[in-house]
């Protein structure tokens, strides 16, 4: 199966800046989700975009969606050393749920 | 939103031998899902598992070596054969409920020696 493509593959950030990781992929989808994946635990669902929306917000969490270009991105504000994990977009075709490769985020102090 | 109960969470196996990871949900579900996650990488479709009927898989993987039962709509096996040091991986089930959408299991932890 086709999987999206995302970047950066891994980033490096202090306390409190901001992250974005895009996300891209092939396929006509139904909506766009992101996971976290904490050091090879199980997955945590973030935030899930339809495909007839263009922006969503979650506490820090913004994610946008431009369905022409077949890509989406997700943007931590103020980040914590708790949110580094690793982040995974999902897009579901109504059938199945295909992963991108993932974004390693590490979050100093 | 449904829970997934996996076992078991993790297992050694020798080489050659089979592991059979089994998967039951707390509610019906109207699909399930086998996932492989090879170190340091994102999750992998093995197939979609079909209540009563054989496994639909994904390009690269066949039902000789990961075959999977679905006898109802809350319980799931996926059995992992003749066992290589490469299918050392995360092993992961998923449910999609029509209302709430998709859960995870907890994961199976494979190391093949």
């Known amino acids: 199966s086709q999987q999206g493509e995302e970047d950066p593959q891994a980033l490096s950030i202090q306390e409190g800046e901001n992250a974005t990781m895009n996300c891209s992929y092939k396929?006509?989808?139904?909506?766009l989700q992101w996971y976290r994946q904490n050091s090879g635990r199980g997955l945590v669902h973030l935030i899930l975009?339809?495909?007839?929306?263009r922006e969503k917000h979650s506490g820090r969490l913004r994610v946008t969606l431009d369905t022409s270009k077949k890509s989406s991105s997700l943007l931590i504000t103020a980040s914590r050393a708790a949110d580094t994990a690793s982040y995974f977009c999902?897009?579901?075709?109504?059938?199945?749920?295909?992963f991108g490769t993932g974004t390693r985020l590490q979050v100093f102090p | 939103s449904a829970v997934i109960s996996q076992k078991p969470s993790r297992d050694i196996c020798q080489r050659g031998t089979s592991l059979t990871i089994q998967c039951q949900v707390d509610?019906?579900?109207?699909?399930m899902f086998w996932y492989r996650q090879q170190p340091g990488q994102s999750l992998t479709l093995i197939a979609t598992?079909?209540?009563?009927?054989?496994?639909?898989?994904e390009s690269g993987f066949v039902i000789d070596k990961f075959p999977i039962s679905r006898p109802n709509l809350t319980f799931s096996t996926l059995t992992v054969s003749n066992l290589s040091p490469e299918d050392s991986s995360i092993y992961l089930c998923?449910?999609?409920?029509?209302?709430?959408?998709?859960?995870f299991g907890s994961g199976t932890r494979l190391t093949v020696v």
């Open positions: 999902a897009t579901d075709d109504t059938d199945k749920l295909i």
């Open positions: 396929t006509s989808i139904n909506n």
């Open positions: 975009i339809r495909s007839n929306e």
């Open positions: 509610s019906q579900v109207t699909m």
């Open positions: 598992a079909n209540q009563g009927s054989e496994a639909t898989y």
């Open positions: 998923s449910g999609r409920d029509p209302l709430y959408g998709y859960t």
